[in-house]
């Protein structure tokens, strides 16, 4: 009688990048432990290394390693417990007229068009400001692993943001978010998150997954408004009462 043997599951390999300058904090360099993901085990290698502290971006899955820093610290929600605050509530107000539906990561010229207002609105110095579509098609096609849009549209079927979020084992994790900067009273940032939360909380999953707090960075501080929020430290992952930032998102 014989016997099949399971498949054997490769080695996944990992790399370290060279240095490079920070996008977070001035003067500081940024190193990184990166793998791509690839085969038919890439959505399990995602979720596995999401809750050690990874991130994904295109194809990529990485952690900062960079030398004598410890500023970006994983962060995520414990949705059973996360309840939304006033200044959250009145947001979810604000933005009743507003339908949100998940859609294939596929990007379009829609899409592409709020990403670009976004980046001129909120990061016209970074990188990402440069984007053409094909390399913004590129950010949302490369790497899907149990991946989709969720859209926010308003009455008029304007599309308002877009959240690319990865489905997890164990959770969602936000990969990357935009939206219109012309009505910034909606605070359609932290509007994105809720739906996540939401979303998570429909399916019975407990986490939602937002990558990096850093404090002293003001593009990522925004995130410890999310109480509670969980971090992972040395003993693995627990609650916290980090400082909250001045702004919405």
């Known amino acids: 009688m014989s016997v099949i043997q399971p498949p054997i599951r490769p080695l996944q390999q990992f790399y370290r990048s060279g240095p490079m300058p920070c996008p977070y904090l001035p003067g500081r360099v940024e190193r990184k432990l990166f793998t791509r993901l690839s085969g038919l085990q890439a959505a ?40 939304p605050d006033r200044t959250m509530r009145r947001t979810l107000r604000r933005n009743a007229d507003l339908t949100v539906t998940a859609v294939p990561a596929r990007a379009t010229l829609e899409h592409y068009r709020v990403f670009a207002l976004y980046q001129t609105s909120r990061h016209g110095d970074s990188d990402m400001s440069r984007m053409r579509f094909p390399e913004f098609s590129a950010m949302i096609d ?31 994790s936000a990969v990357y978010s935009f939206f219109d900067p012309a ?15 939401a979303e998570a909380r429909a399916e019975r999953m407990p986490y939602v997954y937002l990558g990096y707090w850093i404090g002293s960075s003001r593009k990522m501080a925004y995130k410890a408004r999310f109480r509670p929020l969980e971090v992972l430290g040395r003993d693995g992952w627990g609650a916290i009462d980090l400082p909250a930032p001045d702004e919405p998102a």
């Not at 490369?142 to 164990?170: H, K, M, P, S």
């Open 142 to 172: 490369e790497g899907r692993v149990d991946t989709c849009l969720f859209e926010v549209r308003d009455r008029t079927g304007r599309l308002r943001g877009v959240a690319l979020a990865d489905r997890l084992e164990d959770g969602y």
């Open 44 to 83: 399990d290698i995602n979720s596995t290394l999401s809750r050690a502290g990874f991130r994904r971006s295109h194809d990529i899955v990485y952690r900062p390693v960079c030398p004598g820093c410890t500023a970006c610290v994983p962060v995520r929600i414990p949705v059973a417990a996360f309840e």
């Open 183 to 197: 009505e910034p009273r909606r605070s359609l940032g932290t509007f994105l998150i809720l739906q996540l939360v």
